[in-house]
């Protein structure tokens, strides 16, 4: 989704901006823009539709001259991805300019008040509306940008994080935040500050940030200290934080796709997720947020999953994994229709919030909810320092890196490990599992890495694969208990990636319905490890068998059975079967892949999509 970046300081703004923009890319969007105030005073805009790559060709020749700036990659929700839309905005005068990420909810009773002043609209977007008010508001009252951009906040509805320049006001660079994340960077000795939609397109000069919080507005001035109010003009403490970003993990290190590369690091980042908290040596489970809630975790009745998305799909893996070892109910909702549902959420419920990007809007607002009703609030997220990680009372952080490409990989299978520690790890505080078992999990996801490394191994054999499905139009993929979820998610990622139509069942409940898609143009992948339900879907098999269809099959090694049945079967290492979806999952991302890249699709970006999704 859009992206923002900003810079004030002694150096070019120009080449930190794009540098940032290229950063941002990740999130998905359909235009970029910059703006930068020259020495002169001046205010230059230059703005393309499509890629960062094609604003740098619009700029070519042009003054992009100056030490303060803003810039932005725009995902389109209100108007067409154009150039006109795209962003900063001008004010009528031309004189300021903004970025904006997020909704501005009233912004047509907003646009129609300042018409009837004699403002007028280049674009269609609410954000131009939002700078033309805040030029109303200045100029009416004779006021400073910061005071402006206050007043104007204070009659907005929705959300917004926004950078504002104004070329009377070349020191100054004015930022706030409700409901959409913005993060500022200090430079050294106050002489520059950096501003980013998250923290990757500013890491790379400084470590020292700050998060700042809803309804709060922050005046960036060269060469003084930051100073940020509320909406109210209430001072506010300014908390900077360090924050460590692994910028290797930013780049491709020579792989085609960041997806392809984030598919290959899942062992590390499964044995990074799981260093200090699954002691081998001690056959232990550490995790501080059940040491420091423990009371709080083991009086709940029930636990409650919000997410979206892939993370809804762990979700369901993490519901299985509670419910089995811990016997409390588990409920898995989506956050998107848990907000909007009058739920009934009790005090003594915990809500587990799910996300990769910490940015989800809908999670956001469902965890908003719980708290609302006093539930406990417990994070599962990849994004260090993200809103959903702050706005949780406690949780575990997934710890697999940076997520770049779209389709999520690493976050999955990361999920799904901190659920499994979670799950058993509150099981034995309770005394709900038996120890040969919990000792048993705790070998086998020990060992899960190096199995993942063998999955890998298949990758050729599944490029092979990938050729045949390439013209496919559809996609059936079945899988039972532990791996149901993996079919909804092997599903997921060649939709979203392939654009190749495809549905994720619960193996048995195809013959109620889907089982008369299948015929002898249909693959259908089965997800069918040895787990307690191997039988049942090898029924399953023999019914899509019986109508023509072309079945793909994940199967644990050695088995003989599916592969009498099966026209391609995969083999994963043999594993606990509640282990299996860490590795069932590996095969379906790479199928996913390597159709895409047969189609020559933009596997990295796929059209539509963006990777945080902080819109409702
Ligand atoms: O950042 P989150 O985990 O909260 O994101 C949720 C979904 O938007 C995300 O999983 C989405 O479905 C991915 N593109 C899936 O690959």
Redesign the pocket.
Known sequence: MCGIVGYIGKREAYPILIKGLHRLEYRGYDSAGVAIISKEMRLNVLKAQGKVSDLENAAQGKDTCGSLGIAHTRWATHGIPSQVNAHPHLSQSGEITLVHNGIIENYATLRAQLLSKGYTFKSQTDTEVLVQLIEYIQKKHHINLTTAVRIALNKVIGAYAIVVIDSKEPDLLVVARKSSPLVIGVGEGNNEFFVGSDASPIAEYTKKMIYLKDDEVAELTRGEEVKITTLNNDKVDICIQNVEMDLGQLDKSGYAHFMLKEIFDQPDCITDCMRGRLLLEYKKIVLSAITDYRDRLLSAKRFIIV?????WHAGLIGKQLIEEFCRIPVHVEYASEFRYRNPVIFSNDVVIA???????AD?LAAIELAKKHGAMVFGVVNAVGSSIARNTDTGIYTHVGPEIG???TK?FTGQVTVLTLLASALAKEMNRIDDEYFTSIINELSAIPDKMRLVLQKNDEIEVLSKIFTYAHNFLYLGRGWNYPVALEGA??LK?ISYIHAEGYPAAEMKHGPIALVDSEMPVVFIAPHHELYKKIISNMQEVKARNGNIIAIVTEGDTEVKQIAKTVIEIPNTLPCLTPLLTSIPLQLLAYHVAVQKGLNVDQPRN?AK??TVE
Do not use: D, P, R, Y
């Not at 799910?354 to 989800?360: F, R, V, Y």
């Open positions: 997410s979206c998305g892939t993370s799910i996300s990769q990007s910490g940015e989800t999670t779209v389709a999520s976050a997921l990622k979203e999509l945080s999704v």
